[in-house]
């Protein structure tokens, strides 16, 4: 079965900086990644998504690459703000309605 | 529109004792899901269900069991509960799968808890 690997685990960044988290999998019929966000204490919320027929995806200061060729894709967050600090996680479907997840990257903002 | 639901919130369990956690949805929603989140181990898919009397294994089914009776609910039980069950389940509903919308829907988390 699908299997998605994230990293790093935990990530710290100065506010103002950007940040990049990366996953890969391993089924190459997948076909869409989702990206969800999980502040502490509170339920997963979708935050941005792509589909293999799309290289990139922008909304405001975060942003999704995916390289299907090499299987992986990444999560890209510029000017962090304190409200971006959360547990971030990747995911990965082939349309057989199973998503299978990441193990989660805590993002730290420092001041 | 209350979204997700689950109930209980929080229960503590003796090794041994089965319960039963409800997910109700009022979205209309075809594909429901359950979740358990461990330190560490991300969200892992227990069982799913892509419409009313469907249901299907997720990744790490053993030990739960699940029924979809009706469309609005999804209802996960523990027969014997077990202290590795300790955990965080989230149960989550999207609209058509993930064909076309993809968006989960998730409730507020149950806490469970196997001494």
């Known amino acids: 079965g699908e299997n998605v690997e994230q990293h790093p685990s935990t990530l710290s960044v100065q506010e103002g900086d950007s940040a990049v988290i990366k996953c890969t999998y391993s089924d190459s019929a997948s076909n869409y990644f989702p990206w969800y966000k999980q502040e502490l204490g509170k339920r997963p919320q979708l935050i941005i998504d792509i589909r293999s027929n799309v290289g990139e995806k922008k909304d405001q200061r975060i942003a999704v690459t995916l390289n299907k060729t090499a299987k992986h894709f990444s999560l890209h967050i510029t000017e962090t703000q304190p409200e971006d600090s959360a547990v971030y996680f990747c995911?990965?479907?082939?349309?057989?309605?199973?998503?299978?997840f990441g193990k989660g990257t805590r993002l730290h903002i420092l001041p | 529109n209350a979204g997700v639901t689950q109930t209980p919130k929080f229960r503590v369990l003796k090794t041994g004792q089965s319960m039963t956690l409800l997910c109700a949805q009022d979205?209309?929603?075809?594909?429901m899901y359950w979740y358990r989140q461990d330190p560490g181990m991300g969200l892992r898919l227990i069982h799913y269900s892509v419409g009313e009397g469907t249901t299907a294994k997720g990744e790490v089914p053993d030990g739960y069991n699940v029924s979809r009776l009706k469309k609005q609910n999804f209802l996960l039980g523990l027969e014997s509960a077990a202290p590795s069950q300790t955990s965080v389940y989230f149960c989550?509903?999207?609209?058509?799968?993930?064909?076309?919308?993809?968006?989960?829907?998730f409730g507020e988390g149950s806490r469970l808890t196997v001494l």
């Open positions: 995911a990965a479907s082939k349309g057989d309605d199973k998503i299978i």
């Open positions: 989550a509903s999207s609209y058509s799968g993930f064909r076309r919308t993809g968006e989960l829907f």
């Open positions: 979205m209309n929603h075809e594909y």
